[in-house]
């Protein structure tokens, strides 16, 4: 039943009439894609596969190796080189889980095609032809899993699988502030799909390669805390990975493990870039907002998870005085 607002349940109606077209979709989503990024393309491509459509997906950055269990069964084109047959060959471009086009560091050619925009971060520039943003949705393969449903279309394991994945990583395995009961609720719905939980585990903590682990002995030796412990930072720099035979794909959810020092409520991880600047990864607890701290310098995120770019170690200094801002003021 449509409602008035012309939406479905909750997704879209001109977002569903895209989708229902029997169109070709070109899905792509943020630079470094995370399990949420991978899973959702993986899930969606394969939903739109089922329906009829041809969905191929596109992404600047390849993903961790940790991932490719679920990339085997919807592989990703990776570059800034198109696919074949682009742009005549697409209908749509559905940018996943970007608040901004830019996100996807393919922004100029995907604004060749009309852009169908999902996402649930706060800020998200609404840059879409068809846009639906819900910043209240854990995970985007939660809003995935709303799509299909809307679509009446048949979840299979592999898909169910992929659709895990993408919620489990986005809510830390369901410790994070977003594991809502919308999370769990979808969660049991996955495995009733099919969904393999253990399959997902094996992927995120058991498939580290020893670069992986090697990277992180030479960042936890830059840890540093601040703010009476309450506030951490490290450091990984271009010559950490050189060290430790690794590649940039292998500090995934590195993060994680300052974070889980005791007493410490905000972390920032400073990695060195090759284009000169550093890309900042923050996290935080509770009502601390480190989503604000990086919209400031231009970056995004969520309220306990986020990222931005800085020039200098004096702008790391900066960064760092302003989790301790945010950790006092969140007494």
Not at 3 to 29: K, M, Y
Not at 111 to 136: C, F, M
Not at 193 to 204: K, M, S
Request: glycine share 8%.
């Amino acid at each position: 039943m449509n409602s008035p607002d012309g939406t479905e349940g909750t997704v879209p109606r001109d977002l569903l009439e895209a989708f229902r077209s029997g169109g070709r979709f070109l899905l792509s989503s943020h630079a470094h894609p995370d399990g949420d990024a991978i899973g959702s393309e993986v899930a969606l491509a394969r939903l739109l596969r089922k329906a009829g459509s041809a969905a191929t997906i596109w992404n600047a950055d390849p993903a961790p190796d940790t991932y490719s269990g679920v990339i085997a069964h919807a592989p990703i084109h990776v570059g800034r080189t198109p696919p074949a047959g682009f742009p005549d060959e697409f209908d749509f471009a559905v940018p996943l889980e970007c608040p901004r086009l830019d996100r996807t560091g393919l922004e100029d050619a995907l604004s060749l095609l009309p852009i169908l925009n999902i996402d649930h971060h706060l800020g998200n520039q609404l840059y879409g032809r068809a846009n639906w943003v819900d910043t209240e949705a854990p995970a985007v393969a939660e809003m995935v899993l709303r799509l299909a449903r809307a679509l009446d279309l048949e979840i299979d394991e592999t898909t169910a699988t992929a659709l895990y994945l993408g919620l489990s990583t986005d809510t830390g395995s369901f410790r994070f502030a977003n594991a809502t009961p919308r999370a769990f609720e979808a969660a049991a719905e996955l495995v009733r799909h099919g969904a393999r939980p253990e399959r997902v585990a094996a992927w995120v903590y058991e498939s580290q390669s020893p670069g992986a682990l090697r990277l992180l002995s030479e960042m936890l030796g830059t840890l540093e805390l601040h703010c009476d412990g309450r506030v951490a930072s490290v450091r990984l720099e271009l010559s950490m990975f050189e060290r430790a035979g690794a590649r940039h794909t292998d500090s995934e959810g590195l993060i994680d493990h300052p974070r889980s020092i005791r007493d410490v409520e905000a972390v920032a991880l400073f990695r060195e870039r090759p284009e000169g600047d550093v890309k900042v990864s923050l996290r935080s607890r509770g009502r601390i907002d480190v989503g604000a701290i990086a919209a400031r310098r231009g970056g995004g995120g969520h309220r306990n998870a986020a990222g931005c770019l800085v020039e200098s170690r004096k702008d790391e200094q900066t960064v760092i005085a302003e989790l301790a801002t945010a950790v006092e003021a969140a007494r």
